[in-house]
C-alpha cells in the first residue's frame, strides 16, 4: 500500500513517532518541537550524518526520532531523501510518521520540491519486491505527516513525490518479475493499463506488425524466442503542448545472448535488460500526475534473446526500420539492433528531441562502476537539461564522449555498419555509435544504464534488485523541458 501524505501545522497527537532533523554540529533547526544535549547524543554515538538515527523516549511515551541530516549549509533534496527514507526505516511498529524535516532545508529552498524529495525518500525506501514470498514482512508506516506552515505547494510537493515514487516501484517489480513472467506480451498488457489509467494512447507492432513495417533489428533478436516481440509506444498529448520529447527503452525481457551465449554467471541478472523500457513505461504513468505542457512519446522495444535452430547466427545482416543494414557479428550486443529501430520510428514523428535508456554494455559499468550511468549525446543543450534533471532527482549521471575518431570500429565489410567494435576497447561508445546511426539529426541523449538499473545489495532507498533508475530524472526532464529556440 503507498504511504498517504499529508501536512500539519502542529504536531499531530496520534503519531507515536516525531522524527526531527539533527545537524552535524548536534544543533536542530529554529522552532524544532525537540531540543537535544548535544553531550548525551555524542555518548550516544550520534554525529548527525545524513541518514544516522537515534530514538529518544519523550515524557507522553511517543517516540522522538533524531534523524542526522549533515551540515546544515549542505542540506539538499538528496539528502532530504535519505532522511525521510531513514525516518520511516526506523519508525518501528508505527503506522503514522510525523517529521519537521523541511524544517532543515535552507531558507531559500524551493518548499514543493524539498516535500517532492521527502515523499520520494519515505516512499521508495519502503519498496519490497514480495510477489513471490509467501512470508512478506511489509512496512507498518501507511501515514507521513509533514509538520510545516507552508501552504499549498507543499501538499501539491508530496503529491508528486507520491506519484513519482509509485512509479518508480512499478519499474522495479517490472525489472525484479521473473523473464518467464515479465515477457514481451506482459510489458504490453501493462503498457495498456498504465494508458488506460493516464488517458494515454496506445500503438503497438506484434510480431506481423513488425515484419510488415521493416523493424528488421527486432524481429532479428525475436528469432530465436517463441514468445513473439512487442514493439509500444505510448503518447501523452496535452493541450497546447510546447514542443515533443520522445524516450526510448531497451525492453529485453531475458538476454541469454544468443547464440554468442553469456556464461550461466553472465547471465543470472539478465532479467533486468528490459530496465529501459521499465523506466519509460513507468515514466508515462507519472507524467499525467506532472501535467507537463509537452508531448511526450514513449517506445519500448521488447523481446527475449534467445538461442535455437531459428536464432539469427552471427554473419547475419540485418535491415533496420531506416534503411541501413547491419552485420551482426555478435548475438549478444542486441540491445542496440532493437534500439535501432524504436530510434527510427521516434525520429519518424520529429520529435524536438529523444532520449533513450538501456542497460547496453557491461564495459559501461567497468567505466562509472555500479551507481553512475553514462550520458552520450549529439546536443550540448539536451545533454545539459537531462543532466539538470539528474541532478535535481539524485540519479548520478557522467557524460562520455561520443568519439568520432572510433566511428571506424563498427565499419562493416558486408554491411553498411557491423553491431560490435574492437575487442576490449571502448565498448559504451561505440555502442553509442551504433546508436547514432539512427537518430539522424534530431537532438538526442542516450543514458547507457546497465550499471544502476540492477543492484547486488541495497545502499538507502535503492533496494537490492531492480532500482527503477531514469524514472525520476525522465519525469524531472518532462516537467522541465525547454524546447530550443533553434536547432543546433
Ligand atoms: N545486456 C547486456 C549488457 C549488460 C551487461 C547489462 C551486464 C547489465 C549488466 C548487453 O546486451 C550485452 O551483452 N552487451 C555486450 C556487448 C558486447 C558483445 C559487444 C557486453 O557488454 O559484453
Ligand atoms: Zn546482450
Ligand atoms: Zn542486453
Known sequence: MPITFSTSRDVPDDAPVLAIPVFADGTVPAGSPAELDNDFLAARDFQGKVGQTLPLLADDGTTILAVGVGAAGEV?????????????????????????????????ADRGRAAQAIAEGASLGTYKFTTYKSDAKRSSVERVVLVTRAGN???????????????????????????????????????????????????????????????????????GSDEPARLIQLTYDPPGARGTLALVGKGITFDSGGLSIKTGEGMMTMKCDMSGAAAVIAAMAAIPAVAPKVRVLAFAACTENLPSGKAMKP????????????????????????????????????????????????????????????????????????????????????????????????????????????????????????LEEFVGDVPWVHLDIAGPAFRADEDGYLPKGGTGYGVRTLVDLVANYRKPSRRR
Not at 538528496?78 to 532545508?105: F, I
Not at 535508456?357 to 555500479?370: D, W
Open 315 to 434: 554473419g547475419d545482416v540485418l535491415k533496420i526500420r531506416n534503411g541501413k543494414t547491419v552485420e551482426v557479428l555478435n548475438t549478444d550486443a542486441e540491445g542496440r539492433l532493437v534500439l535501432a529501430d524504436a530510434l527510427s520510428l521516434a525520429v519518424e514523428q520529429s520529435p524536438d528531441g529523444i532520449v533513450d535508456l538501456a542497460t547496453l554494455t557491461g564495459a559501461m559499468s567497468v567505466a562509472l562502476g555500479r551507481d553512475i550511468a553514462g550520458l552520450f549525446s549529439n546536443d550540448d543543450d539536451l545533454a545539459d537539461q537531462v543532466g539538470a534533471a539528474a541532478e535535481r532527482a539524485g540519479e548520478p549521471m557522467w557524460r562520455m564522449p561520443l568519439a568520432k575518431r572510433y566511428r571506424k570500429q563498427i565499419d562493416s565489410e558486408v554491411a553498411d555498419i557491423k553491431n560490435i567494435g574492437a575487442a576490449g576497447q571502448a565498448g559504451s561508445i561505440t555502442a553509442a555509435l551504433f
Open 76 to 108: 539538499d533534496d538528496d539528502v532530504l531523501r535519505r532522511a525521510a527514507h531513514a525516518a520511516v526505516r526506523n519508525a518501528g511498529k508505527a503506522n503514522v510518521v510525523a517529521m519537521t524535516l523541511l524544517d532543515a532545508a535552507p531558507g531559500d
Open 153 to 223: 505547494h507543499v501538499q501539491r510537493g508530496l503529491d508528486r513525490g507520491s506519484a513519482i515514487a509509485s512509479a518508480v516501484a512499478l519499474a522495479r517489480d517490472l525489472i525484479n518479475e521473473p523473464p518467464g513472467a515479465m515477457t514481451p506480451r506482459r510489458m504490453e498488457e501493462v503498457a495498456r493499463a498504465v494508458a488506460a489509467e493516464g488517458g494515454l494512447t496506445v500503438d503497438v507492432w506484434d510480431e506481423e506488425r513488425i515484419a510488415a513495417d521493416g523493424l528488421g533489428g527486432l524481429a532479428g533478436v525475436a528469432a
